[in-house]
């Protein structure tokens, strides 16, 4: 896995456009912390990062919550190799000048407590689904259609003089 | 015919519930003939999936 080479900031291909007056690019850090942290001191981790971003103007900010990872991430430790399992994720978006950006990259690459992290250019923007996705496939979708249940038809009250009549109607 | 206005024109990899329905029960991506995506869209798609699954949101695979 090349790891190490993918966290690398990607450049993604749409420009940062910018309603406000700041005109510097707009790039998100995602990243994990190791989930040996206790719970109060994800904070403290949290305004290191901040910190380490200077005069950056921040735009989005969500704090980590610890989730189960996909796979067990692996990284070498003192002596034999760290695995974890789980992680705070969390991620910070916000524009800083391009000349800044190595910096930061090292500084949270030299986080102990950073277990992986991702940079990224973006857009100020939210990424939000817009609507659902088009999804052409029924067969992983998974949903069953189900028959709309009969509406049962109710009888109507009718009379005994009435019903003779519409039998004598039908013998007739 | 292509989804020309489809709402994958911006995706993000922390999305992973839009991100699933374009994988198959393998995690692979799916093709562009499944996808019914665009071009520009498809490899938004991938570069997301991508990031995804070294965030380990996604895994690279499932057995």
């Known amino acids: ?172 | 015919m292509k989804e020309s206005l489809n709402p994958i024109q911006r995706i993000d990899y922390k999305d992973i519930e839009t991100l699933k329905k374009f994988l198959n029960p393998h995690g692979k991506i799916m093709p562009r003939r499944r996808t019914m995506l665009t071009a520009a869209s498809q490899r938004n798609l991938a570069e997301a999936v991508k990031r995804a699954r070294f965030m380990a949101l996604i895994p690279y695979i499932v057995r």
């Open chain 1, 1 to 172: 896995m090349a790891d190490e080479s993918r966290s690398a900031q990607a450049e993604q291909s749409q420009a940062s456009s910018t309603p406000s007056g700041d005109s510097r690019p707009v790039y998100e850090i995602g990243y994990h912390l190791v989930p040996t942290l206790a719970e109060d001191k994800v904070q403290a981790e949290v305004a290191k990062i901040r910190k380490m971003l200077g005069n950056a103007e921040i735009i989005t900010d969500e704090t980590p919550r610890k989730m189960t990872l996909s796979y067990v991430v692996e990284r070498p430790g003192a002596g034999r190799r760290e695995k974890y399992g789980e992680a705070y994720f969390g991620f910070i978006k916000f524009a800083i000048d391009k000349e800044h950006i190595n910096e930061i990259e090292q500084k949270l690459r030299a986080m102990r407590e950073v277990l992986r992290y991702l940079l990224i250019q973006t857009v100020r923007e939210e990424i939000a689904p817009t609507r659902r996705a088009v999804f052409t496939s029924d067969r992983l979708e998974g949903e069953t259609i189900k028959k709309p249940a009969a509406v049962e038809e109710k009888a109507a009250e009718v009379s005994e003089e009435e019903l003779d009549k519409s039998i004598d109607a039908i013998v007739a």
